[in-house]
């Protein structure tokens, strides 16, 4: 059974950063690409960044570029959101997702439960 989970959201101030943790169960990280999306109130799901099987990262929206990171640590096969500069436009639930080796806007099969990050003052 897969299952991935996120954790690391939290109440941050405008200018603040977070780094959220995605960690798949039932599979490794060199066989699946895991994406990072956001939903904010009222909007629907968008696609940030990606990381493959191979390690090689894409960015869905440009302005994630500068401000957000996604990375990796095999050994602890977890995959890494650090988000730098938050705005409070960055409002909303942060979502990890896999998919078999290829990064992809949209198509994956496993997902988590989201975790809530709120910018404000």
């Known amino acids: 059974q897969v299952q991935l989970v996120e954790s690391g959201g939290a109440l941050v101030q405008p200018g603040g950063s977070l780094r959220l943790s995605c960690v798949p169960s039932g599979i490794t990280l060199p066989y699946y690409a895991i994406a990072w999306f956001r939903q904010a109130p009222g909007k629907d799901r968008e696609s940030l960044l990606c990381i493959s099987s191979s390690g090689s990262v894409r960015y869905y929206e440009d302005s994630m570029k500068g401000r957000f990171t996604i990375s990796r640590d095999i050994a602890e096969n977890t995959v890494y959101l650090q988000m730098n500069g938050l705005k409070p436009e960055d409002t909303a639930v942060f979502y990890c997702?896999?998919?078999?080796?290829?990064?992809?806007?949209?198509?994956?099969?496993?997902w988590g439960q989201g975790t809530q990050v709120t910018v404000s003052s």
């Open positions: 997702a896999a998919r078999p080796f290829d990064c992809s806007a949209w198509g994956y099969d496993y």
